[in-house]
């Protein structure tokens, strides 16, 4: 059993990992969820308040596993780049959306 040394920069990377990281995941999850559902036929409204209560639960468990996780670095990777990824679809969906004129 080998002990784990928790210095405050290690707490606080990992704090930072879970809230910014959790963010960027989130704001990405929501984004493409509006964009997916108001494109299959959803009220706008409709699409974002359900798109924000999943996003909810979403943070809760990125912010979970970001402390519950080993590897900080595949965490922050995992988080800030899904988010990033899942914003540029999200964006270009939304440009198809107002390209179409809907």
Not at 78 to 85: H, I, R
């Amino acid at each position: 059993m080998t002990s784990l040394t928790l210095t405050p920069r290690h707490i606080a990377s990992r704090t930072a990992v879970a809230i910014l990281g959790g963010y960027v995941f989130t704001w990405g999850v929501v984004a493409l969820g509006i964009a997916l559902l108001y494109s299959l036929g959803m009220e706008f409204h409709d699409a974002e308040h359900l798109s924000y209560i999943i996003g909810f639960l979403v943070f809760l468990t990125a912010f979970l596993v970001a402390f519950a996780t080993q590897g900080l670095r595949k965490v922050a990777l995992v988080l800030v780049g899904g988010g990033a990824l899942m914003s540029a679809v999200a964006w270009w969906l939304q440009s198809l959306i107002i390209a179409s004129g809907v």
